[in-house]
């Protein structure tokens, strides 16, 4: 007997709490354990169930009793079907396998009655409370309307969002041949259906196949059919019952039903909410599965995360010395799990609500997009999954033979960019009276030898008032002009081919602080001078000073100061010229919202707030030669309550292309110091997607991408036109001919500088393989 875990109450008997009380009994049979379950042994919610092969495996490890029984039961399938506007796409290679929810169930209940756990049916679980009482452990699998959760709010401190769309659980009573997403464009706006096998068309039918022909005749489905609030509401589905619903629903989607009849198990629509816990236990009470945590269904994940939670918690109990330790030891284990499996369902399930900006894509490029939605499937293992359907992609992209999409060229206004790689502005810190010196001569020539299409500079300023810090870099005054030339002139000799952009800002409120490594943000211990923003609002209360309101002859100075460093960059001869409209500098100072609590015609609503960045947009393209691109960087979300949102991004980006912008580059927040970024690989591309889809307008998309496999993925996609990378330039000056090298490309969009080429493979290094046996003699 583990530490006194003899008595053990169970408060749900879905899959997680199920098959915990069948892990814990059998560990040890002297332990006492009760399931209480509300309803009765045959109620479920849904239908299927898929489940991983990850999952599946430790399943096997920990009871190869319900795995055997799981392994009769599952129908397993390899192909992803997209219908879209009578077009199939189809990818192969992905690997499913699923079984009935109530099979399921019943397999879990007679392993729980073999071993001795006491099924309690149609029973309400005791309160929490009384249960902890007199019980050494309480596990709360009581899902997503968890009352065990709610009775200790003020320990897990749980936070429950609501989504945008509706949608419905039903079933077929034949089994489709493969995974399928089919969308429909109704006269009410797009709706969607997500269907897959649960039960075998016949005994005999082998698990793997995929019988051609129509769908098979006997077995079931899933389908869940989903679609924005105001479309439900628009097809009148919210005045309709459950069997109402059902019959639309089978109409709407008739073609993929063979004109079959859909069948609901007291469906109800309903509207996803994401759980999540600051913490998952108190005192002896854990929560699993949905109570401690939600995953979008889209990613099919619920009863997965489950079923994992029971496994790791029965682990953790065995392998602690008390109690206490087990339950933070399980959290410290599946926290992080569960929140990357929380972030990639949180972006599939935008995806879906966005799905209306998708719909013009080109076909096989819908597809593409869908299937990679959550960021875990990716271009390169797609291609290792289905090699054909990638290809195909690839070409209707545009990628030349063997050509990777970040190789293929991009062309703004007379720039034609050789690949679809930026490196990101970066500040160095390291300028000298806003002069730049050797340091940025190395750092930008390093980069641009590296091979990617685009070096951009750091944030440049244009006056000494508007530098962030004393080692800012300007474009003030003539020294500064020479040195910027001297860069330009070195990067298109020694680098031909690399264009090198320059990025114009002002740093606001934001300015007058310490270098980065003394203290970001913190104002200088000497030395200080005076800030101007749109509002006397401090970055930071108590800390920062308060700057002074521009008036509009203030206003005027500083669209001059613009104007003039962007008659310098032309003479310096930069190519690109990105106006910083982001991350709370002055500009960015203007259109939000917790920034700007103007009065005047340049506060107020979002068409004023944008008023004065538009006017130094102009009085910058009127200075900029016609032939050279200008983009313009907007934080796409501030990350606080209040501030400017997806939405406001979007007519952002829409009033600076209607003004001349050629690109969109979409960063985020650092506008407020209380924001709270949803920080995760690639966190910030889906405002890029979303302006791009919506506008059909170029964009720059920026945020911990780190791989050339992340790249190729949004390009293929269609989220982005170019990726931005930063911390992988410090890393590796080289990352773009690193990347060309890593998958085997030596054409024209990363050719090697002649004095490297003879290093443009990696280098050999000492074998670690032994030599294999030659004979073995009996």
């Known amino acids: 007997m583990r530490y006194g875990t003899r008595r053990i109450a169970v408060i749900g008997g879905g899959p997680g709490g199920l098959y915990a009380a069948a892990l814990l009994k059998r560990l040890d049979p002297e332990r006492s354990i009760t399931v209480w379950e509300r309803n009765a042994p045959d109620d479920t919610f849904g239908f299927g169930v898929v489940l991983s092969d990850e999952t599946l495996g430790g399943i096997e490890h920990a009871d190869p009793v319900v795995y055997r029984a799981l392994q009769a039961e599952f129908v397993r399938w390899d192909d992803i079907d997209i219908v879209h506007r009578g077009r199939t796409q189809t990818s192969g290679g992905h690997g499913f396998a699923a079984l009935g929810r109530r099979r399921l169930l019943e397999i879990l209940h007679e392993r729980c009655r073999s071993l001795g756990v006491r099924l309690r049916f149609r029973e309400e679980a005791p309160p929490a409370a009384e249960l902890a009482a007199t019980h050494d452990l309480v596990i709360a699998a009581d899902g997503v309307h968890s009352a065990t959760r709610e009775a200790y709010a003020d320990t ?144 099919g994940s619920g009863t997965k995360l489950a079923v994992e939670d029971a496994l790791a918690l029965a682990a953790c109990i065995e392998e602690q010395p008390d109690l206490p330790a087990a339950l933070s030891a399980y959290e410290t284990e599946r926290r992080p799990v569960v929140e990357s499996t929380q972030r990639a369902a949180a972006a599939s399930l935008r995806w879906f609500e966005e799905l209306g900006t998708y719909v013009d894509q080109a076909p096989r490029q819908f597809a593409f997009n869908l299937l990679t939605r959550s960021r875990r499937v990716t271009h390169d293992n797609l291609r290792l999954r289905d090699a054909g359907f990638t290809a195909a992609v690839e070409e209707e992209f545009g990628c030349a033979p063997d050509t990777p999409p970040m190789f293929t060229p991009l062309r703004l206004r007379g720039l034609e960019l050789r690949n679809r790689v930026v490196v990101s502005p970066m500040d160095m810190y390291s300028a000298v009276d806003g002069v730049p010196g050797d340091f940025h001569l190395v750092h930008l020539g390093a980069r641009a030898l590296g091979g990617a299409g685009l070096v951009m500079t750091e944030m440049v300023c244009v006056s000494a008032e508007g530098r962030i810090t004393p080692g800012c870099a300007g474009l003030y005054t003539p020294a500064q002009a020479a040195a910027w030339t001297r860069i330009t002139d070195f990067v298109h000799t020694s680098a031909p081919g690399t264009a090198i952009g320059i990025q114009l800002g002002h740093s606001g409120r934001k300015g007058s602080t310490k270098l980065m490594w003394d203290g970001i943000d913190q104002p200088l211990d000497a030395g200080n001078w005076p800030l101007s923003a749109a509002s006397p609002i401090p970055y930071a209360e108590g800390v920062n000073q308060v700057p002074h309101a521009l008036d509009r002859a203030g206003l005027e100075v500083i669209r001059a100061q613009f104007a003039a460093a962007a008659r310098h960059a032309v003479t310096c001869d930069f190519d690109l010229l990105e106006l910083h409209c982001a991350h709370g500098y002055l500009l960015s100072g203007f259109l939000s919202p917790l920034t700007n609590r103007r009065t005047d015609t340049y506060g107020g609503p979002l068409s004023n707030r944008l008023r004065f960045p538009l006017e130094v947009f102009d009085a910058v393209r009127a200075e900029w030669p016609d032939d050279r691109p200008m983009t313009v960087r907007i934080s796409a979300t501030d990350w606080a309550d209040g501030g400017t949102t997806a939405e406001d991004a979007v007519e952002i980006a829409r009033a600076f292309v209607a003004h001349g912008a050629d690109a969109i580059d979409v960063s985020t927040g650092q506008v407020v110091p209380d924001e709270r970024p949803e920080y995760g690989r690639s966190y910030q591309t889906p405002y890029a997607d979303r302006i791009r889809n919506t506008l059909v307008v170029p964009v720059i998309a920026v945020g911990a991408i780190s791989s050339w496999d992340d790249v190729n993925s949004l390009l293929l996609a269609g989220r982005a036109d170019l990726c931005a990378l930063a911390r992988p330039h410090l890393y590796d000056p080289h990352w773009t001919l690193h990347a060309a090298a890593d998958q085997g490309y030596a054409g024209p969009g990363a050719p090697w500088p002649l004095p490297y080429r003879a290093g443009s493979r990696t280098p050999p290094t000492g074998r670690t393989d032994a030599p294999k046996p030659r004979l073995t003699l009996g």
């Open 156 to 299: 897990f401190r749980p936070t429950l969002t609501a989504h945008r769309n509706r949608y419905i659980w039903l079933a077929a009573d034949f089994a489709l041949d493969a995974f399928r997403f089919e969308i429909a464009e109704t006269e009410h706006g797009v709706m969607q259906l997500h269907a897959y096998p649960y039960a075998r068309s016949s005994p005999d039918q082998h698990p793997s196949a995929r019988p051609s022909g129509p769908p098979h005749q006997s077995g079931a489905s899933t389908v869940i059919v989903e679609m924005r609030e105001e479309v439900w509401r628009a097809a009148g589905f919210d005045t309709m019952d459950a069997a109402a619903s059902t019959e639309r629903c089978a109409k709407i989607f008739a073609d993929v039903l063979g004109g079959r009849p859909l069948r609901s198990n007291n469906s109800s629509w309903l509207t996803f909410r994401t759980v999540v816990n600051a913490h998952w236990s108190h005192a002896n009470t854990v929560l699993i599965g949905d109570a401690a945590h939600t995953a979008h269904f889209s990613i």
